[in-house]
């Protein structure tokens, strides 16, 4: 499985942003999805994560209300959309594959990372 984060850039707090994951490989439906992220000088941290059929998702608490996880199976694509930005939310994200249904918070569960993509809220 290869993934490809895309959809970052800067914006003013208070916006808005989508980030998109894009996937290939026929058993990406089988897979759970997580978005992580990574701040400079800090350890990459867990932001949300969807199961395989998208029915249960989990966020951080510092997310939640703020931040939606989705995914399209058909075009093999995993979203997380991001309301409300604060300064907080800048960090490069990521989003990675686990070869099982159901995801984890911990980032060695998963099987496949994507490359990353930046995120800047300007305050």
């Known amino acids: 499985v290869q993934l490809q984060a895309s959809g970052g850039g800067l914006v003013q707090a208070g916006g808005t942003l989508r980030l998109s994951c894009a996937a290939s490989?026929?058993?990406?439906?089988?897979?759970?999805i997580g978005w992580f992220r990574q701040a400079p000088g800090k350890e990459r941290e867990f932001v949300a994560m969807?199961?395989?059929?998208?029915?249960?998702?989990e966020y951080v608490n510092s997310v939640k209300d703020r931040f939606t996880i989705s995914r399209d199976n058909a075009k093999n694509t995993v979203y997380l959309q991001m309301n409300s930005l604060k300064p907080e939310d800048t960090a490069v994200y990521y989003c990675?594959?686990?070869?099982?249904?159901?995801?984890?918070?911990?980032?060695?569960?998963?099987?496949?990372w994507g490359q990353g993509t930046q995120v800047t809220v300007s305050s």
């Open positions: 490989g026929r058993t990406f439906s089988n897979y759970a």
């Open positions: 969807t199961s395989w059929s998208g029915v249960i998702t």
């Open positions: 990675a594959a686990r070869t099982r249904r159901f995801g984890s918070r911990a980032a060695s569960d998963y099987d496949y």
